[in-house]
């Protein structure tokens, strides 16, 4: 089992390593930093789509962002 860093809750890990979980993600170069910047791990499933489907709808959404009380 992992933690999603986004919502804390634990879900199930299916990759090898992490880099293979980013490849199988297909997020382009700026989501990419974007999520390790931010979130330094693995999103679960919801939160990756919840991830893909805003990202572009707003721009870089602010509350996206771990607030800065759980860092
Ligand atoms: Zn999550």
């Known amino acids: 089992m992992m933690k999603c860093t986004r919502c804390e809750k634990e879900?199930?890990?299916?990759?090898?390593?992490?880099?293979?979980w980013?490849?199988?993600?297909?997020?382009?170069s700026e989501q990419l930093s974007?999520?390790?910047?931010?979130?330094?791990?693995?999103?679960?499933?919801?939160?990756?789509?919840?991830f893909k489907s805003s990202f572009y709808a707003s721009g870089v959404n602010p509350a996206m962002a771990v607030p800065k009380s759980r860092q």
């Open 11 to 20: 879900f199930t890990f299916k990759f090898l390593n992490v880099q293979q």
């Open 22 to 28: 980013l490849k199988e993600t297909k997020l382009d």
């Open 34 to 50: 974007f999520l390790l910047y931010h979130y330094g791990g693995p999103l679960c499933d919801e939160c990756l789509a919840d």
